[in-house]
C-alpha cells in the first residue's frame, strides 16, 4: 500500500490502527475497539520499542 498511499500525511500512523481492526475482523469482532489516546501511545510504544 506504501507504493500508493504512502505520500498521505497521516499514511504512517494510520496503517497500524487499521491492520489492527482487520486482526479484530477476521477473529469475527463486531464493533471496532474505541482508539484512546492511551491506545495509541501503547501501540507506538510497541512498535517502536
Known amino acids: ?3 500508493r498511499y504512502g505520500q498521505w500525511p497521516v499514511f ?3 496503517m497500524p490502527f487499521d491492520v489492527c481492526r482487520v ?4 477473529e469475527g469482532g463486531g464493533e471496532p475497539s474505541i ?3 492511551a ?3 501503547e501501540l507506538w510504544r510497541e512498535l517502536n520499542g
Open 1 to 3: 500500500m506504501r507504493p
Open 12 to 14: 504512517q500512523h494510520v
Open 23 to 26: 486482526i479484530e475482523e477476521l
Open 35 to 37: 482508539w484512546t489516546d
Open 39 to 41: 491506545r495509541d501511545r
